[in-house]
């Protein structure tokens, strides 16, 4: 149980277009869904918290009209990477929860910005 | 000074050798210990969850919390060369929004 998938695992694009990465909890509905970016030998850093239905809650330094976080239902998140520039390449992880439960997490995306 | 201090290694053992992984913490708001262990372009997976001071112990992995002294600790007995990757403490309160460690990278040789 517990299974979160992430789509797109790898991408490659041009810079100045944009990406979207979907996250979906397969067997359980999320009540908060969270993004985080990881570079080479780090550990990860959290982006932004998502939960259904609202806004999303990003962390400070983190440009929220760059990364695009909509979270319409309790099995789908998505982060979108507008305009990207190849400083955006990174390792991109979705995790999810339920109510009162440990966080679990996608198998990432890797996203190169050539 | 970090939120939660992880020594990232690298750690080299011989298989069958114990591993022992720690992190200390400053937000004593912490409540719940998670231990995930990442393996290379993959996500994180949840290996352990305590919410208490103590031991917890599934298998071949025992987690230790020590809330008073903010040190939390994972064991891995007999290890085996697939224990070899990444290991993150990722310690959080009420919220569940996860403070993680640096993560101690573990090699088992064979």
């Known amino acids: 149980g517990a299974v979160v998938s992430q789509h797109p695992s790898w991408v490659i694009c041009k810079s100045g277009t944009s990406v979207k990465i979907e996250c979906r909890s397969l067997?359980?509905?999320?009540?908060?869904m969270f993004w985080y970016r990881q570079f080479p030998k780090q550990s990860l850093m959290l982006m932004a918290t998502?939960?259904?239905?609202?806004?999303?809650?990003?962390e400070q330094g983190v440009e929220k009209d760059k990364f695009l976080i909509n979270h319409a239902s309790l099995t789908l998140s998505t982060l979108t990477v507008t305009s990207a520039h190849p400083e955006d390449s990174s390792f991109y992880i979705c995790s999810a929860r339920q109510t009162n439960s440990p966080l679990h997490f996608g198998n990432g995306t890797r996203l190169t910005v050539t | 000074q970090k939120e939660v201090e992880q020594d990232p290694g690298p750690l080299s053992v011989p298989e069958g050798a114990i591993v022992s992984l720690n992190c200390t913490y400053s937000n004593s708001a912490f409540q719940y210990f998670m231990w995930y262990r990442q393996y290379s372009r993959k996500g994180p997976e949840l290996l352990m969850y305590?919410?208490?001071?103590g031991n917890k112990e599934d298998g071949r992995f025992t987690a230790q919390v020590d809330k008073s002294s903010k040190y939390i600790s994972l064991f891995i007995r007999d290890s085996q060369p697939s224990d070899s990757a990444t290991y993150l403490c990722a310690p959080a309160p009420g919220d569940y929004k996860l403070s993680f460690g640096a993560g101690t990278t573990v090699t088992v040789r064979a």
């Open positions: 305590t919410y208490s001071s």
């Open positions: 998502s939960n259904e239905g609202s806004k999303a809650t990003y």
């Open positions: 067997d359980f509905q999320a009540t908060t």
